[in-house]
């Protein structure tokens, strides 16, 4: 339009009705023959009027449906807003009903699902904590039609009598399959060793070359041993490379091209390989540490720290196993791990529940080794497992029973010295010998297996250990673990008496004490009580003392003339 006859025709508008003729010839014409610009002009200013009108009214419209419908804007958006609109409405409503009505179906079996795991959990006395835990299995099929389980690795656990799983399978399996990281405090003998092995040979599928992809971290070497054995029977007709990280694969050259789908290893060689060999971890994807409150000790910490530092994957899942585990470890445990979930079966640090234990006050050393004959003499139900408090102590009462008949072996380590120097240790033969130096510097880690074979195999009635094996050993049939002396800690107590009455079975453990380890026995009778044995009820009316590594200093166990004249000046 021009702008200097725009004027003449401000406020003019055509009476419709009047020129209604004029005004569809117009029309008419305007539309098939595009009329002069001159004509047009008033109508294209009232249509644009009109247009701005009915644009202002649709959109007041969709604003008002919008907002009342809230529905989402393609179903009001469109060509024919109106039309649209009044057949769509009926139609969300009733998908939302639907939709509504799913939801909450949903949501009323998710909550039928909880108060099911919460029951059963509490049928297996299973204790947990963590955001969103998975439900436990009922029996090992589920492992097969909620994660795909293959039909070997189900076949392998039915070949060993594993029929059902223990109460720590039953729930720390699913949370490891579901990719989350685990805290597991179970009873010793409890089938820990299953609950996260299985999950690794699961969630690893097949074998692979490509480099290491699950690390178990055990505190001793003859634990270390005896997880690899369990973790091949477990693997039995795959072709999983599990590995055990032997003194002689240290020893290799260069570690940095090392690869096998699971390797099991002590902190210490551990360290070494990887800050000596340049042993890769930076691929695990599984880290477990098991007795980790061992593991979490001050002598093993500095080794731990820079194994988890080194096992780098951004998306790998830890998980810490004992049947220990106090407060400050898991809290500590709680800076590396993330959104770890809490796997408690009965209650935190309590003994096994089938073992029998009893308190028995031998008055002096003498009394000790009287009490230990008289006892064999009445009974001898073997395989019994005797713990001292000392490598010396170990070899003078295995000097004092091998004279009495009795098919008795020693087997001890000594840690401190260990870590010094790779391992030293000291194991005595079934022939009573007491090694040299240079015999055990030899065959050293044979012999230490020996012992621990021939008491499994039943040709060793009678062990005599150190704590070197009173955590995680599993000597399936011991009838009685002998506390010959007091253990240093609450901790010591439950993992040497759970050596006995592992995997459902009974047992019982006996404990000498003498008038220096009265101070601690409150701390037992508690054990005993909590843990549902009989108990000396006035044990617990003793002064609460903190028990910090109780290891007196104890007059030697041997008898012998010749040791007779020393005897006083001779404390262990
Ligand atoms: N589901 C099962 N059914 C029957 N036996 C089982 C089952 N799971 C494990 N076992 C057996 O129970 C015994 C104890 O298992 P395991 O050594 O794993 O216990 P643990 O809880 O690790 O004990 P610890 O705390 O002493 O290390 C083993 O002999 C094992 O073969």
Not at 12 to 24: G, Q
Request: proline share 3%; charged share 30%.
């Amino acid at each position: 339009m021009e702008k200097g006859a725009a004027f003449l025709f401000a406020g003019i508008h055509f009476d419709k009705k009047k020129f209604s003729t004029d005004f569809s010839r117009f029309q008419e014409k305007k539309e098939s023959d595009k009329v002069s610009e001159y004509l047009s002009l008033d109508e294209n200013i009232e249509s644009e009027e009109e247009e701005e009108e009915e644009k202002e009214v649709e959109e007041r419209v969709r604003v008002k449906k919008r907002k009342r419908k809230a529905v989402p804007s393609e179903t009001v958006e469109g060509f024919s807003v109106f039309k649209s609109s009044k057949s769509a409405a009926p139609v969300l409503n009733e998908d939302n009903e639907k939709l509504e009505d799913k939801l909450s179906l949903e949501k009323k079996k998710f909550h039928q699902q909880l108060e099911r795991d919460a029951l059963f959990r509490k049928k297996h006395n299973i204790h947990v904590s963590g955001n969103n835990i998975p439900s436990p299995l009922t029996d090992f099929a589920e492992l097969s039609s909620r994660y795909g389980c293959s039909a070997k690795l189900l076949r392998n656990l039915a070949e060993l009598g594993f029929k059902e799983p223990t109460p720590i399978q039953r729930q720390a399996i699913p949370v490891l399959l579901s990719g989350r990281e685990c805290f597991a405090c179970a009873p010793t003998g409890s089938g820990k060793t299953l609950a996260f092995v299985c999950p690794i040979l699961m969630k690893l599928k097949d074998a692979s070359k490509d480099g290491i992809r699950a690390v178990i971290v055990c505190p001793t070497r003859e634990l270390a041993n005896q997880t690899t054995r369990e973790c091949k029977k477990f693997a039995e007709g795959s072709k999983f490379r599990i590995k055990l990280l032997s003194k002689q694969l240290v020893q290799r050259a260069d570690l940095s091209q090392f690869s096998c789908d699971i390797l099991v290893s002590t902190p210490l060689r551990l360290k070494l390989a990887v800050r000596k060999k340049k042993m890769d971890l930076s691929r695990v994807a599984y880290l477990v540490l098991d007795e980790s409150d061992k593991l979490f000790e001050l002598g093993l910490l500095k080794q731990i720290d820079s194994i988890v530092k080194a096992c780098s994957n951004p998306s790998i899942v830890r998980s810490l196993f004992s049947a220990t585990l106090p407060d400050f470890i898991e809290e500590l445990a709680r800076t590396i791990m993330h959104d770890a979930v809490r796997v408690i079966i009965g209650r935190k640090n309590t003994a096994s529940e089938t073992v029998k234990q009893k308190l028995v006050f031998a008055g002096s050393e003498e009394g000790k080794l009287l009490a230990l004959r008289q006892s064999f003499a009445e009974s001898l139900n073997p395989p019994v497992l005797i713990f001292v408090q000392s490598k010396e102590r170990a070899k003078e009462l295995y000097a004092e029973l091998s004279v009495d008949n009795i098919r008795v072996d020693a087997i001890h380590a000594d840690l401190s010295q260990a870590q010094a120097s790779s391992f030293f240790l000291v194991v005595l033969g079934g022939s009573g010998k007491v090694l040299e130096k240079s015999d055990y510097m030899v065959g050293s880690q044979t012999m230490r297996h020996n012992a621990v074979d021939n008491f499994r195999a039943g040709k060793t009635w009678v062990l005599i250990a150190t704590d070197v094996i009173a955590r995680g050993m599993d000597f399936k049939a011991v009838n009685c673990v002998i506390n010959y002396d007091f253990p240093d800690s609450t901790a010591a107590y439950i993992h040497r008496i759970g050596r006995s009455g592992r995997a459902g079975r009974t047992g019982e453990a006996i404990t000498l004490y003498t008038e220096e380890d009265v101070p601690f026995l409150r701390n037992i009778a508690n054990e005993m009580k909590s843990s549902g044995s009989e108990f000396p009820s006035w044990a617990l009316g003793l002064r609460k003392k903190k028990w910090k590594k109780h290891r007196p200093q104890r007059d030697t166990i041997s008898t012998t003339p010749q040791d007779k004249g020393e005897k006083s000046n001779r404390r262990r």
